[in-house]
């Protein structure tokens, strides 16, 4: 298959083209590699692909129309993949207007033209961020989700509605991806759990958010890649669909596991929850299991270790 991978140089974008590749699809990541974080992780994450047959890496914005209508130009995709976003929520209260125009006006741009060059599937990444805090717990899809309590979701929750206007205006097959707090090897650096090992392994304290009873489902990136790889082979019209754990974590025992696979104590930096924060995800996956196939086993416990194993290796250098 000739897949367009946006946002493919990053956690799990490069994840899932490591896995395309690998099983023979043509993929051309499109990832501008902003500085959100160091531009160099970036490029590491897809170091493993430079000379793989069927990889093409272009360096360009979604917000760039010439750059877009090169790539479509030059390749005929059977499908799109859009994981390219503005993805902290914490960084999106600061600065709302980059993340309406990347998240928002970007994803409208490849809608568009997945629709125009005649792409045969759009598979979009959303959040459980957009169930805000409102809804009942096991998030399920079912769910209104009108209230979201960051521009980050409100962005993730306007890209699910445009992408839903386009396949009913156009037929475009689109499946939109709910991903629960993803973790794993190359995981992002602003992220809790890479952030913690960090301060934790250099004996910084750790800025610790309420009274450590928030919980998050957390889902391993290797597991959350089978449900993106299910979807992007499977036309189901337009659904929306939950990529997470099914299993809560107390941020005060995510804490502990990972000072556990250091050997390291953490000192906390007690402070107030932060706005836009949730204070519970946990995805009901029935959906997920009954449409794609989709079966997670990575326990929270098995996933850190493998992260600080990664850790280890490569990122403190
Ligand atoms: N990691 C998670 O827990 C999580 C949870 C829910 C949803 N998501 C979504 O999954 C996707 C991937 O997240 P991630 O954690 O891998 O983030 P990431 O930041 O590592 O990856 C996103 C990539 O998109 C690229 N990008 C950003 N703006 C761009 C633009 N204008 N043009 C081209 N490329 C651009 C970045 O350079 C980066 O490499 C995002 O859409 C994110 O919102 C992630």
């Known amino acids: 298959m000739q897949i367009l991978l946006t946002g493919g140089a990053g ?27 160091d531009p160099a992780v970036k490029r590491a994450n897809m170091a493993g692909l430079a000379d793989a047959p069927g990889f093409t890496f272009v360096e360009g914005d979604i917000l760039h129309d010439n750059i877009l209508g090169d790539i479509f130009a030059a390749r005929k995709f059977d499908v799109v993949v859009h994981l390219a976003a503005r993805a902290g929520v914490r960084a999106s209260v600061e600065n709302p207007g980059l993340y309406e125009e990347v998240n928002c006006r970007g994803t409208l741009n490849l809608l568009n033209l997945a629709v125009r060059r005649k792409v045969a599937r759009f598979v979009f990444a959303s959040s459980s961020s957009v ?59 602003d992220m809790a759990i890479h952030k913690f090992t960090r301060l934790i392994d250099r004996g910084e304290s750790i800025p610790f958010y309420g009274d450590g009873s ?31 754990e099914s299993r809560t974590t107390k941020l005060s025992a995510l804490v ?20 836009g924060d949730v204070q519970r995800t946990c995805a009901d996956i029935s959906k997920a299991r009954r449409l794609l196939g989709y079966n997670p086993g990575t326990t929270v416990e098995e996933g850190i270790a493998r992260f600080v194993e990664w850790y280890r290796a490569t990122a403190k250098r």
Do not use: M, W
């Open 214 to 244: 928030s919980e998050r489902d957390y889902t391993y990136c290797g597991d959350i890649i089978d449900g993106v790889v299910a979807a992007i082979d499977r036309d189901l019209g337009f659904e929306i669909l939950n990529l997470g």
């Open 11 to 37: 956690f799990l974008g490069s994840h899932l083209a490591d896995r395309l590749v690998g099983r023979g699809d043509a993929v051309l990541v499109l990832d501008n590699l902003n500085s959100y974080y």
């Open 256 to 275: 502990a596991i990972i000072e556990k696979n250091l050997g390291k104590k953490a000192v906390l930096e007690k402070l107030p929850l932060q706005p």
């Open 131 to 189: 169930y805000g805090n409102s809804a009942a717990v096991p998030f399920r899809e079912t769910e209104h989700v009108n209230r979201p309590i960051s521009p980050y979701a409100a962005t993730k929750a306007a890209g699910e509605l445009l992408c839903y206007t386009t396949h009913h205006l156009y037929g475009l097959s689109v499946n939109v991806l709910r991903f629960f707090t993803a973790y794993g090897p190359r995981q992002r650096p």
